[in-house]
């Protein structure tokens, strides 16, 4: 069992830069994947990025790719994303998600087995 928890949201301005992290329980975090997805008023929840086990290999949605990065601290049971360059079209709900699968890089949130509660980031004009 794992639980996840997010952090990190709120306002920013466009151009600007936010940090989501995600602070998880239980002993067994280092052997998941953990993924990151978004869902913005009036549209479904999509993939934004994943990150393997080790974090040796990440994988990202086009719509962020070289804008976002995600990472993690196994040794304190964190993951990160790392948002820059932040676009109004970024506003959304963003979750983190674990996986039990920890090598694969899985973007279909229906292979993800554990859920955040979600942090609001906002994206002004």
């Known amino acids: 069992q794992v639980q996840l928890v997010e952090s990190g949201g709120g306002l920013v301005q466009a151009g600007g830069s936010l940090r989501l992290s995600c602070a998880a329980s239980?002993?067994?975090?280092?052997?998941?994947?953990m993924g990151w997805f978004r869902q913005a008023p009036g549209k479904e929840r999509e993939f934004v990025a994943v990150?393997?086990?080790?974090?040796?290999?990440?994988y990202y949605a086009d719509s962020v790719k070289g804008r976002f990065t995600t990472s993690r601290d196994n040794a304190k049971n964190m993951v990160y994303l790392q948002m820059n360059s932040l676009k109004p079209e970024d506003t959304a709900v963003y979750y983190c998600?674990?996986?039990?699968?920890?090598?694969?890089?899985?973007?279909?949130?229906?292979?993800?087995?554990?859920w955040g509660q979600g942090t609001q980031v906002t994206v002004s004009i």
């Open positions: 998600a674990a996986c039990e699968s920890g090598t694969l890089l899985y973007t279909l949130e229906g292979k993800y087995d554990y």
């Open positions: 239980g002993r067994t975090f280092s052997r998941y994947s």
């Open positions: 990150i393997n086990w080790s974090g040796g290999s990440t």
